[in-house]
T-cell receptor, first 112, second 112 residues
Framework: DTGVSQDPRHKITKRGQNVTFRCDPISEHNRLYWYRQTLGQGPEFLTYFQNEAQLEKSRLLSDRFSAERPKGSFSTLEIQRTEQGDSAMYLC??????????FGSGTRLTVV | GQNIDQPTEMTATEGAIVQINCTYQTSGFNGLFWYQQHAGEAPTFLSYNVLDGLEEKGRFSSFLSRSKGYSYLLLKELQMKDSASYLCAVRDEGTNAGKSTFGDGTTLTVKP
């Protein structure tokens, strides 16, 4: 069990640029989640995969956000045309059915 | 949807006992989780309740009453390292089972 890995740890980008984050879940976990967290708030759900199938995407998200999980392994989260309001910590988590989440260390995005 | 309420802040003394409450109103329920989050770090799983009653794990215990939409996390023999944010999360049922909705967390400060 090597834990959930996220890359990069920090990303600073200019407004309007595209960014992509990667998450490598625990290999035995078939469920993978993306959340976003800002200071003083709890994690906010973005999207959820079971194996390679994306089962739900938050209605709060605009079409600028997209996520993939090819072959049910690692996942990527892309944000197109970034805005300052996208600045947050992006958390990836994985789990087995009926178990709690194991979170990665997160990717802190700053849009300037 | 889910609505989760927890106190924003609590303060307690080293060696004491503290109870952090969580109330929820949900359209579906398939378990309640507690996570601990130290400043600048990702959340880590503490406990899971799906049936009514008390679950004990060392210094930490969690209680659930589904009929009242209520849970609490009990921390005994407080240590300075327990200073952190404590997040209550409710898991959806049905086709979205697996996805959890988080409260905004309770920041606990343990003083000497």
């Amino acid at each position: 069990d090597t834990g959930v890995s996220q890359d990069p740890r920090h990303k600073i980008t200019k407004r309007g640029q595209n960014v992509t984050f990667r998450c490598d879940p625990i290999s035995e976990h078939n469920r993978l989640y993306w959340y976003r967290q800002t200071l003083g708030q709890g994690p906010e759900f973005l999207t959820y995969f079971q194996n390679e199938a994306q089962l739900e995407k938050s209605r709060l998200l605009s079409d600028r956000f997209s996520a993939e999980r090819p072959k049910g392994s690692f996942s990527t989260l892309e944000i197109q045309r970034t805005e300052q309001g996208d600045s947050a910590m992006y958390l990836c988590a994985s789990s087995r059915k009926n178990y709690g989440y194991t979170f990665g260390s997160g990717t802190r995005l700053t849009v300037v | 949807g889910q609505n989760i309420d927890q106190p924003t802040e609590m303060t307690a003394t080293e060696g004491a006992i503290v109870q952090i409450n969580c109330t929820y109103q949900t359209s579906g329920f398939n378990g309640l989780f507690w996570y601990q989050q130290h400043a600048g770090e990702a959340p880590t799983f503490l406990s899971y309740n799906v049936l009514d009653g008390l679950e004990e794990k060392g210094r930490f215990s969690s209680f659930l009453s589904r009929s009242k939409g209520y849970s609490y996390l009990l921390l005994k023999e407080l240590q300075m390292k327990d200073s952190a944010s404590y997040l209550c999360a409710v898991r959806d049922e049905g086709t979205n089972a697996g996805k959890s909705t988080f409260g905004d967390g309770t920041t606990l400060t343990v003083k000497p």
